[in-house]
C-alpha cells in the first residue's frame, strides 16, 4: 500500500507526535508499504529517507504558548506537490485541528484519507470562530481515529462525530530486553524512584514529588529518586530541605536505550503529572520495562493501567497520598512483583504488532472501493458557471 | 450601477451553491463508501459465523444458534437488518461466554485461521460502524443547512439515516485478537 502520512510537528524537535509517527512509519515500511512522511523542517537538518520536508516551522503565538506552525502559501504548494507525486492509497493525517500540515493536508487533499487526534485540547476560541472554515476540511475524513478514550470524549464534545480508539505504540520487547544498569538498582534499604519528564513543567508534576520526599526519606532514609528530563535542576530541589537533596540524582536528558535501561533497573516508577496527559506512552514504557508504575488518578493513566489492575494509583496532587502509597509499594516486593507482572501482560496491547495491525485495517476499510488520494483541484469559475470545456 | 451590484451578488450566490453542492456530493461519496465497508464487514463476520456453525467443532444447541443468527442476518432486509446483526453479535457473545469455546475452535483443523478471521470480523464491525454513521453525521450537517434546502441541493437522494446495532465483540475474542 502507499501511504502519505502528515506530522504537524517539527521532524527535528522531539515530541511523542513525532516519536509515534516514526514508529509508526518504520513499522509500516518493515511489513512492506511504501511510506512518505510530510513534516516541518528545517532545510538544513538530516532527515530519514522516507521523511519530506515541508518548510520550516515558524514559532508563532497559539493558544497560550508559542507554537511551532507550518501555514502560508509556500506551504500549501509544497502539500500539493507532496500529495501530487506520492499518488497515495491513503494519507494519514495527524492533528487535522491545529492549525498547520496537518489541517492544510486536509484541506488540499480529497480520497481516502484518516486522521488520528493525539490530544485533548480545550476547545479554543480561534476553532470556533474557523468552525465554518475547519468544518468543510474535516468532514473529508473517512476515519477519525482518537488514541484514548479521554481523547475520543473530548474530540466528540468538540467537533461532533465520532472516532475508534487505537492506543499509541510502544516496542514493548525492546524496553523488555534493556540491561538494567547496576549503579541504578536499588537495594531493600536504598531503594530506586524513577521519574522521567520536563523538570521545568510543573503538569508533568516533579514538585508533587518534592512535596512527597520529605516523608519517604522520613521512613527510608536511603531512598534515591532518579530524574531524567530537561530542565533547571537547581530550581527543582528548591523546596527541598538541603540535607535531602544529596538524595535526588538527576540524569539529564537520557537516550532511548538509557531511558529502557533505567525503566529495568528501578524498584518504582512515578508518573505524577497533574494534567495534559491525554494517553500516557511513558506509562505504556515503564510496564513493558517491567517496572511497578504508580501513577496520579488522570482518566488517561487509569485507562492506561487497566483501571488501576496494571498499576497503582493515587489522588492527583496529593504528596501525602504519593507518600504513602510509595512506602507502601516499597515495603511490599510482592506486590511490586505482582504489579510487574499484570503490567508486562497488560502491555501486550499496546506493541507495535497490535497497534500496527489495527491501524493497517482501518486503512484497508476506507480504501476497499475507493480511488486513490488526489489534491482537491479548486474548480474554476468558468467550470462552476458551466462554461469551461472538459 | 445597481444592476451591476446585483449582477456581482448573483455570481457570488451562484458560486456558493455550486461550491456547497460540491461539498455535499463528496460527503454523499464518503457516506457511501463507508456503508460498502460495513456491509463488506457485517457480511464477512456473517459468513465466518456460519462456517463455523456448520463445521461440526461447537456442541449441537450452539451450532444451531449461531447458524440460525448469522443466516437470518445474511437474509435481512434493509428493515430488520439492525436487529438481525444485534441478534448475531448476541448469539456470538453467548457461544463465546466462555474461554473454553476458543480454545475448542483452535485445537480443531484450521482452527486457528478461523478463530483469527471471526477475531478480526468482530473488531473491525465496531470500527466500520463508527466511520459509517461518522460520515452520515457530517453530511445531515450540511443537509440541515437552509441554503440546501431551500435550493434542493441534496436532489432526490435519501435523508441520511445511522446503522445503530449492537455490536459488542465476545471479550473472549477481542482479547484473543489483541495477543
Known sequence: MRIGIVCPYSWDVPGGVQFHIRDLAEHLIRRGHEVSVLAPADDDTPLPDYVVSAGRAVPVPYNGSVARLNFGFLSAARVRRWLHDGRFDVIHIHEPASPSLGLLSCWAAQGPIVATFHTSNPRSRAMIAAYPILQPALEKISARIAVSEYARRTLVEHLGGDAVVIPNGVDVDFFARAEPRPEWRGTDEAPTIGFIGRIDEPRKGLPVVMRALPGILAKRPGTRLLVAGRGDEEEAVEALPAALRGQVEFLGMVSDEDKARLLRSVDLYLAPNTGGESFGIILVEAMSAGAPVLASDLDAFRQVLDGGAAGELFPVEDAEALADAALRLLADPDRRAALSTTGSRHVRRFDWSCVGAEILSVYEMVTDGAGSVATDERTGLRARLGLARD | ?179
Open chain 2, 1 to 179: 450601477m445597481t444592476l451591476l451590484w446585483i449582477a456581482v451578488a448573483v455570481v457570488l450566490l451562484g458560486v456558493y451553491l455550486s461550491w456547497t453542492a460540491g461539498r455535499l456530493d463528496r460527503l454523499h461519496a464518503r457516506m457511501d463508501a463507508a456503508r460498502a465497508a460495513l456491509d463488506a464487514q457485517l457480511l464477512r463476520r456473517a459468513s465466518v459465523a456460519q462456517e463455523l456453525a456448520t463445521s461440526g467443532v461447537l456442541d449441537p444447541a450452539a451450532s444451531m444458534v449461531l447458524y440460525q443468527s448469522a443466516h437470518a442476518a445474511r437474509q435481512a432486509e434493509d428493515e430488520q437488518r439492525e436487529v438481525a446483526e444485534s441478534e448475531l453479535s448476541q448469539a456470538l457473545r453467548a457461544v463465546f461466554a466462555e474461554p473454553d469455546a476458543v480454545t475448542a475452535v483452535h485445537e480443531a483443523p484450521g482452527g486457528p485461521e478461523t478463530i483469527g478471521e471471526l477475531g478480526q470480523a468482530v473488531r473491525r464491525v465496531p470500527m466500520a460502524r463508527r466511520f459509517h454513521n461518522d460520515a452520515v453525521r457530517a453530511a445531515r450537517v450540511v443537509r440541515r443547512h437552509r441554503v440546501v434546502r431551500w435550493f434542493r441541493l441534496a436532489g432526490h437522494a435519501p435523508f441520511p439515516l445511522a446503522f445503530e446495532m449492537d455490536d459488542e465483540p465476545p471479550a473472549a475474542l477481542a482479547a484473543d485478537a489483541s495477543r
